[in-house]
């Protein structure tokens, strides 16, 4: 017998049956064409015969394993094709065998992710609307299967990149005082705003869009309003308008409204004991646990003036109380060290029906 080089087949000289003798693979050789010779010692006489070797679902598909990180804007829209997976996947197998259907592997219990791959094409989609500020990575397993239920799965990091679509938020009080012994340029009050967004589209500027006839000024970078002119005592109030912008494209903005009330030379602000209190606080500290107190006394020893004690800067999240009437800060929510290693927190202590103190 020739044609069997080999050696998947043989021939049983008795008989003539021709068997499979070796092990066989189709990815490897289709069909086989046996030359079988058969003789009486005298005569012969020879017939060939064409093997052809059809497919068993013996080969999983082959995922690509290199790691895979797709970055995309944050405003993708959605049904907006972001991957093609097919590429990245081989069957060697025929038919049916080697057709593959795609599916995103989603543990149970978890959220499907807000993307969509189509089954027979293997592209992955946008299938809702992203937002970065409430997700930034998305890591997802794809798994290709055959006609024959054999599968491999690939891991896909999607990353968000920022996009300007949060305008600055204003954070704290919208009231201050002055008192008739303030000076020009004297510091009145700060204003904050936060921005969600990230690099540029995150820095936070300020300007005054009224500020009472140039009575009062604003720092662009800081937030902090002082006086420009003297004020006309016989005015009860003064409201200013501020604006805080970012520095994205397009810029966006939010406005707030701060009144200042003007209070008599009589009325003193009180004076916090230090310019700046510092603590180390354990990221194992207890809720409610107190972290430290400040104090305010009147200006004005003759008088005591109840002082009252308020947060107006630095707890957007609500992580510190504190007591309005002794100045006692007390933890509310636990603190990770990992992801925020401190914080600073604006204090105002206000004394009598005009007068205020910031620290």
């Known amino acids: 017998m020739t044609g069997n080089e080999d050696s998947k087949f043989n021939v049983n000289q008795s ?11 189709r990815e490897r050789a289709t069909r086989y064409e046996l030359n ?12 060939t015969v064409k093997v052809i070797i059809t497919d068993d ?36 197998d025929a038919g049916i065998f080697s057709t593959i259907t795609f599916s995103l592997v989603v543990p149970d219990g978890a959220d499907p992710p807000p993307f969509h791959i189509g089954p027979d094409s293997g592209i992955l989609e946008v299938s809702e609307t992203l937002d970065r500020e409430a997700e930034d ?15 491999c799965t690939i891991k896909l990091t999607i990353k968000l990149l920022d996009v300007n679509d949060n305008a600055p938020r204003f954070l704290g009080h919208s009231e201050a005082a002055v008192v008739g012994t303030y ?46 002119r003297l004020l006309d005592q016989s005015q009860e109030q003064y409201i200013l308008k501020v604006q805080a912008y970012d520095q994205g494209s397009p810029r966006l903005s939010s406005t707030t409204e701060i009144t200042i009330r003007v209070g008599s030379s009589k009325d003193k602000p009180p ?15 207890e809720i409610k646990s107190e972290v430290l107190a400040v104090q305010a006394l009147a200006s004005d020893e003759s008088e005591k003036f109840p002082i009252s004690y ?39 202590a206000i004394a009598e029906r005009f007068s205020e103190a910031t620290l």
């Open 15 to 25: 008989t003539g049956d021709v068997y499979v003798h070796g092990q066989l693979d």
């Open 36 to 47: 079988i010779v058969a003789t009486d010692g005298k005569f012969s006489a020879s017939k």
């Open 57 to 92: 679902n013996d080969n999983p598909p082959q995922c690509s394993q290199n790691p895979k990180l797709i970055k995309i804007p944050e405003d993708t829209p959605v049904s907006t094709p972001i991957f093609d997976y097919s590429s990245n996947v081989v069957d060697v």
């Open 137 to 151: 990575k998305y890591e997802l397993w794809i798994r290709a299967t055959d006609g024959g239920g054999l599968s």
């Open 183 to 228: 000076n020009i340029n004297q510091l009145i009050t700060k204003v904050r705003a936060v921005d969600e967004d990230l690099k540029e589209n995150k820095t936070v500027q300020y300007r005054l869009i009224d500020s009472a006839n140039a009575r009062f000024g604003i720092d662009t970078g800081s937030g902090m309003i002082s006086l420009a």
């Open 271 to 285: 004076k916090f004991e230090k310019t700046v209190y510092q603590v180390f606080v354990s990221e194992a500290a």
């Open 310 to 348: 308020s947060i107006v800067n630095g707890n957007d999240k609500k992580l510190f109380s504190i007591n309005s009437t002794n100045g006692s800060i007390f933890l509310e929510e636990e603190l990770d060290f990992e992801r925020v290693r401190s914080y600073e927190l604006d204090v105002y």
